[in-house]
């Protein structure tokens, strides 16, 4: 059984410049690692494999792709036992201008929609790249709040700070939250140039 995240903000990095693949260390509030993740290169059906440290000895959870190649891509994440904890679907068309995800419980069932921080930026980045202008997205239940994921400006270090804010542990599992910070850091990430 995959061990609960308990602090209310992580520290997602992903170093840029790697040959093949991206290699991933998530962090706690006193720089702890508490997941690694390597993600492998060229792969059409994206399988994202969480560990508790370097030495990929425990697997935490899994972020697996349905489909080779979809605008509108799911992603499942799956515990260690192989129980499915909720999903992150890519909202296709919604994305062309401002990258938007809804978060999904075990059912597949909305939980909250997660959006880059506003329109204006969201075009600027499309012109000069998201390493220039670091992204910022909130995950939303309706108009309250549940998490905000900031992207810092580095070159050569994709980082992502992730705050569950207290009100989210109701509606949403922390392990899902950082999946989805993974997920940005995979994904859009890849998109920025990093």
Same mark, same amino acid.
């Given at each position: 059984m995959s061990p609960k995240l308990e602090h209310s903000h992580y520290? %997602? !990095?992903?170093?840029?410049?790697?040959? &093949?693949? =991206?290699k991933f260390h998530v962090f706690d509030?006193? +720089?702890?690692?508490?997941?690694?993740?390597?993600?492998?290169?060229?792969?059409?059906?994206?399988?994202?494999?969480?560990?508790t440290d370097e030495s990929m000895a425990h697997e935490m959870?899994? %972020? !697996?792709?349905?489909?080779?190649?979809? &605008?509108? =891509?799911?992603?499942?994440?799956?515990?260690?036992? +192989?129980?499915?904890?909720?999903?992150?679907?890519?909202?296709?068309?919604?994305?062309?201008?401002?990258?938007?995800?809804?978060?999904?419980d075990v059912n597949d069932q909305p939980i909250g929609q997660l959006e880059e921080d506003s329109t204006a930026m969201a075009l600027a980045r499309r012109l000069l790249g998201s390493l220039l202008i670091p992204q910022t997205f909130y995950l939303r239940r309706g108009e309250y709040d549940l998490v905000q994921y900031k992207q810092f400006f580095n070159p050569f270090v994709l980082k992502y700070r992730v705050d569950i804010l207290p009100d989210a542990?109701?509606?949403?599992?922390?392990?899902?939250v950082v999946a989805g910070g993974i997920?940005?850091?995979?994904?859009?990430?890849?998109?920025?140039?990093?």
């Open positions: 520290t %997602i !990095r992903r170093k840029i410049l790697t040959i &093949f693949g =991206a509030p006193s +720089g702890n690692v508490v997941m690694f993740i390597k993600q492998k290169a060229f792969k059409l059906k994206e399988d994202i494999r969480v560990y959870l899994s %972020i !697996r792709a349905r489909s080779i190649i979809d &605008f509108s =891509a799911a992603y499942d994440v799956v515990d260690s036992d +192989g129980v499915k904890i909720g999903a992150l679907r890519r909202r296709g068309m919604r994305s062309i201008v401002r990258d938007s995800w809804e978060f999904l542990h109701e509606f949403i599992d922390p392990l899902l997920l940005l850091a995979a994904i859009e990430g890849r998109q920025s140039g990093g």
